[in-house]
């Protein structure tokens, strides 16, 4: 059966420079949507569209680039209103921009977490700034790149930048736990899929081999494509719906979440 074409979706892909994220792009630009490739700087994300228009199969009137940091909030929320501003109607976002939490305990200059910020908090905060865009067409939905090694994880709510205790993987696992709560966040339709384990920058933290981060995208396409029903908070090990980690679903969690996100992205939630 051939692929749905995407011609009439608009979609964002955060962390589009590389990996999975890349791919993501590539497939979903293949089927005719047009994608906004983010990447850390103008000159990365440049040159991802420059190497997604090289495979010759994808036409170059839809792509767009589109650049921040997201160790810097400020540099999140410029984007945010410069996508608001040329797509005021965005079918899809997907939330995959991620890091591995470094060996050594790091805080970014908003004062959070390294891991904690770029995997979620900035995440959270371009999710907020672009509702009015997604909620504005019924089709529109949030595609939270996430992982399996979520159910390993707590939010220390006391300590959320673990600083008095602090290790890489509890520091990685608390971020995916972060964003997979967060696709039960009643403003957006949103869900959250574990790729799989693919042989990408992350790839250390689970395992010696993966498989391609072509294979790990195919499963967060077709939660973009609207013909693939989803329900709000949903979890999907790579295309299985399975239930997530029983935080990810309570109300309580989702709320006390959504203030602290606030708190510390310095926005009302």
């Not at 608009?10 to 420079?17: H, I, N, Q």
């Not at 999975?20 to 490739?37: D, F, K, N, P, W």
């Not at 309570?250 to 959504?258: A, G, K, M, S």
Request: proline share 4%; charged share 20%; with cysteine.
């Amino acid at each position: 059966m051939p692929a749905a074409d995407l011609s009439s979706r608009t979609v964002l892909v955060t962390g589009a420079t590389s990996g999975i994220g890349h791919e993501t792009a590539r497939q979903l630009a293949e089927r005719g949507a047009t994608v906004l490739v983010h990447g850390r700087t103008a000159v990365e994300a440049q040159a991802a569209v420059g190497r997604l228009i090289a495979t010759g199969r994808i036409d170059a009137t839809r792509l767009r680039a589109f650049a921040a940091d997201f160790t810097r909030l400020d540099e999140v929320e410029r984007m945010a209103h410069e996508v608001v501003g040329e797509h005021p109607c965005l079918d899809v976002l997907v939330n995959n921009a991620g890091i591995a939490a470094p060996e050594r305990h790091t805080v970014t200059a908003d004062g959070n977490e390294v891991a904690f910020q770029v995997n979620f908090l900035a995440h959270y905060l371009l999710t907020s700034l672009l509702e009015p865009a997604l909620t504005s067409d019924p089709g529109g939905r949030v595609v939270n790149v996430s992982s399996s090694l979520h159910r390993t994880a707590s939010i220390q709510w006391s300590d959320p930048n673990r600083t008095r205790r602090y290790s890489r993987l509890a520091a990685y696992a608390q971020s995916q736990l972060a964003l997979t709560v967060f696709a039960s966040d009643p403003r957006v339709t949103a869900v959250s899929v574990h790729p799989g384990v693919c042989d990408t920058a992350l790839l250390p933290l689970y395992a010696h081999q993966g498989t391609s981060p072509a294979e790990g995208a195919a499963h967060v396409v077709r939660l973009c494509d609207p013909a693939t029903e989803i329900v709000n908070g949903a979890y999907y090990d790579r295309d299985e719906r399975l239930a997530p980690a029983a935080a990810a679903t309570e109300v309580r969690t989702v709320q006390r979440l959504n203030k602290l996100a606030a708190l510390l992205v310095g926005h009302a939630a």
